[in-house]
């Protein structure tokens, strides 16, 4: 927003007055009001929608969230679904840019109830959220031409390339802690065009998402996986800072149901490619 220059200093403060109030009611009137839904168990919940829990992602991420004829489906969608039928709601998605959840900006104005977004737990995203049990363990990966294969940030940077990165994310945390000054893209979708383009020379992503993206014979007949990146992180599900305790608890019992029935196994299966051996790490 623009905010015209007024002259005069009792002007001014009136003009600043106004804008501190407008932003104000602004916040005020993006705050959805949120309602108490009763779960199977007979314990309340407070969800943005009367039975429905509105989980924040950025879409494309395949395989963890992609729409695929009108209906997104993947990894997280599974996992969360498992949580809504815990809390007797149904699942309902909401599309964004990966910065605002992982800001928890979108939580705190009520946009959504809980964030699945492939998103990988940080100190740094700790202060504004609060974090279920780990689901996931991250690794990130190198995607080039083919015949252009990287293996290290240390090729990147010898080789003069340009590198394309996902805004918000541990891979452009990963690239300037080792001086690089990235391209940035606002999703995994457009970070893939401009590789095709030719706009960056490689691209660091997660690599369940490269691994994915090269199922396709358009893409693994023009492009090929590089060096892979162990960084000891791992994903969980976002929710407010002050989360809804019930809520969290769903989640987290959802997980832990999964991993001790074999159903986390069977979506790992169906959409990471094989069983995980050993499990992920807290499981």
Known sequence: MEVPVVIGRHRRLAALGGLV????L??????????????????SVVLVEAGALTVCTSLPYPPFQEDVDGKVQGFDVDIVDLA??????TQKIVDMQFD???????LEAGTCDLAAAGMTITDERKQHLTFSDPYFDEAIAFMTPTGKKIMSID?????????GVQ???????????NGLDPKQFNDAGKQLEALKAGTVDVILQDLPVISEWLKKSEIGSAFELGGTITTGAQYGFGL???????????????LSEARANGK?????????GAAPVPGPSGS
Do not use: F, H, M, R
């Open 26 to 43: 602004a916040v005020t009137a993006c705050a959805k009001e949120q309602t108490s839904t009763e779960t199977p168990s007979g314990a």
């Open 84 to 89: 809504a039928a815990k809390l007797g709601v």
């Open 240 to 254: 407010k800072k002050a989360a809804d305790p019930v809520l969290l608890k769903a989640i987290n019992e959802a």
């Open 100 to 106: 605002q959840i992982k800001s928890g900006a979108a």
């Open 155 to 163: 090729e990147v940077k010898s080789q003069n390339l340009t590198l």
């Open 21 to 24: 109030l407008a932003a104000t």
């Open 264 to 272: 986390y196994d069977e979506i790992y299966q169906k959409w990471i």
């Open 167 to 177: 805004t918000a994310t541990t891979s452009l945390s990963y690239a300037q802690d």
